[in-house]
Antibody, heavy 122, light 106 residues
Framework: EVQLVESGGGLVQPGGSLRLSCAASGFTLSSYGMNWVRQAPGRGLEWISYISVSGTTIYYADSVRGRFTISRDNAKNSLYLQMSSPRAEDTAVYYC???????????????WGQGTMVTVSS | DIQMTQSPSTLSASVGDRVTITCRASQSISSWLAWYQQKPGKAPKLLIYKASTLESGVPSRFSGSGSGTEFTLTISSLQPDDFATYYCQQYTSYFVAFGQGTKVEI
């Protein structure tokens, strides 16, 4: 079965740190650009970061730039999000998602994990 | 940054109804638009990409149209499984943006 499984969520204090992981099974993560998307309780979806297949191209939303770091280990079929200096407003469910690319361009985010909850509170 | 605005925010409908959700972009995005369905406690599911291409396995009662700045998602005959929140997403670049969502409820 093709799936992504996030882990590493939990309670973290403001100003602390937390590392989220996203493991792929049933397919090779190294074939896909990857994204992190989050959803605050009762709110909509917010894209926060992208990393290319090779890991050489990285983008962040303004809301997390300078505090969060996306990375990947293709040998381990895994994606990561290092959260540093989190704030209360970073409280959300964090999803990893693949971006499917065809010969005519991108086809959107086609594989999503089940999400991992991060709560930032003292 | 490109902003995406969906309307309505909430839509009340009945089984069998034809439902239309609108998504507007703050600037032209050509056809680089996707639609997702999300049910409570679940991850989003890709329904449509490139504005009008149905994702494999998605029922044909779902359809998408539009280009440039105005797009629509139509459900031709609403089924009980379709009560959910729907999001549009622009992906002209890797800085993607989602609409705020439309909740379809009874």
């Amino acid at each position: 079965e093709v799936q992504l499984v996030e882990s590493g969520g939990g309670l973290v204090q403001p100003g602390g740190s937390l590392r989220l992981s996203c493991a792929a099974s049933g397919f090779t993560l190294s074939s896909y650009g990857m994204n992190w998307v989050r959803q605050a309780p009762g709110r909509g979806l917010e894209w926060i970061s992208y990393i290319s297949v090779s890991g050489t191209t990285i983008y962040y939303a303004d809301s997390v730039r300078g505090r969060f770091t996306i990375s990947r280990d293709n040998a381990k079929n895994s994606l990561y999000l290092q959260m540093s200096s989190p704030r209360a407003e970073d409280t959300a469910v964090y999803y990893c998602a693949t971006i499917r690319v065809s010969t005519s361009g991108s086809d959107g985010f086609d594989i999503w994990g089940q999400g991992t909850m991060v709560t930032v509170s003292s | 940054d490109i902003q995406m605005t969906q309307s309505p925010s909430t839509l009340s409908a009945s089984v069998g109804d034809r439902v239309t959700i609108t998504c507007r972009a703050s600037q032209s995005i050509s056809s680089w638009l996707a639609w997702y369905q999300q049910k409570p406690g679940k991850a989003p599911k890709l329904l449509i990409y490139k504005a009008s291409t149905l994702e494999s396995g998605v029922p044909s009662r779902f359809s998408g149209s539009g280009s440039g700045t105005e797009f629509t998602l139509t459900i031709s005959s609403l089924q009980p499984d379709d009560f959910a929140t729907y999001y549009c997403q622009q992906y002209t670049s890797y800085f993607v943006a989602f609409g705020q969502g439309t909740k379809v409820e009874i």
